[in-house]
């Protein structure tokens, strides 16, 4: 496949993705602080949550379980 430098920036809709795309990241950029911010609260009462605990328990229980299988010489029990 060929490709042609001089004529990709001939097509529009590549130019305007591409502004628009420049705006998008810089948007992130200026908000990211404010957001992370706003976040933060809303994750630390998460990881204090029963929730989060039982969560943590399932997959210690899941990694558990994978291990004893994963032991077994015979896991179709033949």
């Given at each position: 496949?060929?490709?042609?430098?001089?004529?990709?920036?001939?097509?529009?809709?590549?130019?305007?993705?591409?502004?628009n795309?420049?705006?998008?990241?810089?948007r992130?950029e200026?908000?990211?602080?404010?957001?992370?911010?706003k976040?933060?609260?809303d994750?630390e009462?998460?990881?204090?949550?029963?929730?989060?605990k039982?969560?943590?328990?399932?997959i210690s229980?899941?990694?558990?379980?994978?291990?004893?299988?994963?032991k077994d010489?015979d896991?179709?029990g033949?």
């Amino acid at each position: 496949m060929k490709f042609n430098d001089n004529k990709l920036y001939q097509y529009k809709p590549i130019i305007k993705a591409t502004v628009n795309l420049i705006r998008l990241v810089s948007r992130v950029e200026k908000e990211k602080d404010q957001e992370q911010k706003k976040f933060v609260p809303d994750h630390e009462e998460y990881l204090n949550s029963e929730r989060y605990k039982d969560l943590q328990k399932q997959i210690s229980d899941a990694v558990v379980d994978e291990e004893e299988y994963k032991k077994d010489t015979d896991p179709e029990g033949y």
